[in-house]
């Protein structure tokens, strides 16, 4: 039987990842920022957000994901005030975006972004795969289930040997 794991391409070392094209740089990191999924009454999540200073990305009515840049101390389970709390932080890989030719990147990867480059749910489909966006002013902030992140790699870097030239 043949050797599979050499058919597909490996992992890149996400501490150095790094894209660069005239117009968009593209880096990565891992675990290192404290994430956690919440689940529960949109006014409680908002409530408990406010005590960790962070990003707070809506993924559905009753669930956002909390970025902040460090742990958050959150316990994992079912908290009094009716919110789940799930830990994240080595689950996703996150890819910074920027330059002045994101728009069209982001673009190709999902038509959605083309019409709204700041949706209001973070949840969007981009490059055949379900991951969440987070805008930066200069950009976007991709988080990617760990899973799926080397084929979002790969797929940004075929992406940007098209588009580099874009503005």
Known sequence: MSDRSTFWP??????????????VTVTASYGDRGVVLLSGPRKAIAELAKDHPGTLLQIA???????????TGLQDGLQPAGIAISALSDAHVRFDIRGPA???LLALGSPSLALNPAPK???????????LVEPLADGARLHV???Q???IWHWLAAALSVTEDHP
């Open 10 to 23: 490996a992992n890149p070392d996400w501490a150095t990842a790094r894209i660069e094209t005239p117009g």
């Open 61 to 71: 009515p009753d669930r956002a994901l909390l970025v902040t840049k460090t742990d």
């Open 102 to 104: 994101v728009a069209a």
């Open 121 to 131: 749910a973070a949840a969007v489909g981009f490059a055949g795969m379900t991951l």
């Open 145 to 147: 289930d760990v899973q």
């Open 149 to 151: 992140a080397t084929h």
